[in-house]
């Protein structure tokens, strides 16, 4: 095989991060304006504080931060799929679109 | 301490994570887990949540660099990648029926082991000995640019490397970390491949691996927005500068004093998992 990375893949991913990143640091000085002073407390693992109900606020902000990283991730396996097809090479479109099945699976259970 | 304070000090401790991380080849969340937990007293289902994300965003964010350089081995990364994430979904169930006790002890032995195999670290690279009848089959041999020009490479024991692979991926999910040096192992030590051709196609995949245990912590609700953002931005910017400085200078002296750090620090977790102080 010829060495096939293409740098296009990298670029979107780069925008990916960044793109996460800039949701996450809004949504974060947001939270830090309104509970910046409130005590922390993170000893105990408390499962139920961590959902987010409403995506317009500080913590739906990162929350949206952290989807756009996972759903970069679903679009590197598409588009190395991809590459696979139009390289006719059949044995590898089922391994990617394998990786791609357990990703989108993992988001159901 | 106030969220303002915690949140500044995560984003200092994330970004030096993230920097070293890269450097050493160690990953930022084998380093920002344990210091979350026995620094900032974090229950470590928390830690383990900041971790996961952060381990995809430094994945998501040196590919750019890494795949212009021409490394990364796509079929390779994408056939082993299949043990990868069955491991992966394995791992991030199992983690929420173990005690934290086993959980730490588990990172403990994981991180001496990462310490030990980044200081062992050998590169025989495999050119003369004939592949793997599957490495044939698949066609998954390479080349890669190398100082003499574009250099062809052989590809040794698949099927370790597969299962290496499903055991890294499983360590991902129980652990929320990268398990970059299992990944490295599986190429490096199984496989033969060149050095940055397994470097750089770890990387490729610690994102896509990480990203499967994501729906599982997020049910269980391990991420919490308040300490994954601190820790995400830290990290990221941290393997961003670490990828800038890595193509400039070898970092073997880096390697050996961190491997100690993270050694203590992997004594130290192990003894809070066995004592139980604090959890």
Do not use: C
């Not at chain 1, 993170?42 to 739906?60: A, D």
């Not at chain 2, 050493?24 to 949540?49: E, Q, R």
């Not at chain 2, 082993?80 to 730490?104: D, R």
């Amino acid at each position: 095989m010829k060495q096939e990375s293409p740098a296009f893949i990298g670029s979107i991913m780069l925008i990916g991060a960044l793109v996460s990143a800039v949701f996450a640091l809004l949504g974060g000085v947001a939270y830090l304006m309104e509970h910046g002073n409130d005590i922390a407390n993170y000893e105990k693992f408390n499962p139920l504080l961590s959902h987010v109900k409403n995506y317009f606020s500080p913590n739906g902000f990162i929350e949206l931060g952290i989807f756009t990283l996972v759903f970069t991730q679903l679009l590197r396996v598409a588009l190395v799929t991809w590459l696979f097809i139009k390289e006719k090479n059949w044995a590898f479109v089922i391994f990617s679109l394998f990786v791609l099945a357990i990703l989108i699976a993992s988001f159901y259970t | 301490m106030t969220i303002l304070e915690l949140s500044i000090l995560l984003l200092i401790t994330a970004y030096i994570a993230g920097l070293v991380g890269s450097l050493t080849g160690l990953g930022g969340g084998m380093i920002v887990i344990p210091v979350l937990v026995l620094l900032f007293n974090i229950d470590i289902h928390y830690a383990m949540g900041a971790s996961l994300i952060s381990v995809i965003a430094t994945s998501s964010g040196s590919s750019a660099a890494y795949l212009r350089e021409g490394y990364t081995n796509l079929k390779v990364g994408m056939f082993l990648e299949v043990g990868a994430v069955l491991g992966a979904i394995v791992g991030a169930y199992l983690t929420a029926y173990l005690s934290v006790h086993v959980i730490s002890i588990v990172f403990g032995i994981v991180m001496l082991f990462s310490a030990f195999f980044s200081l062992a670290r050998k590169n025989e690279v495999s050119f003369d000995q004939p592949s793997h009848p599957w490495a044939v089959k698949l066609g998954l041999e390479g080349s890669y640019p190398s100082s003499r020009g574009i250099q062809a490479y052989k590809v040794q024991r698949v099927p370790l490397a597969l299962g290496l692979m499903t055991t890294a991926g499983s360590l991902s999910g129980l652990l929320g970390i990268g398990s970059g040096a299992v990944k490295v192992l599986a190429m490096d030590l199984a496989m033969r491949l060149p050095y940055k051709v397994s470097t750089t196609t770890s990387n490729f995949l610690i994102g896509i691996t990480a990203a499967t245990s994501v729906g599982i912590y997020y049910k269980h609700g391990y991420i919490d927005p308040a300490i994954t953002f601190p820790v995400l931005l830290g990290v990221l910017a941290g393997a961003l500068t670490g990828a800038r400085i890595l193509s400039n200078t070898r970092s073997k002296n880096l390697r050996i004093i961190f491997s100690f750090v993270i050694a203590i620090l992997a004594a130290e977790m192990m003894y809070k998992g066995l004592v139980g102080g604090g959890f």
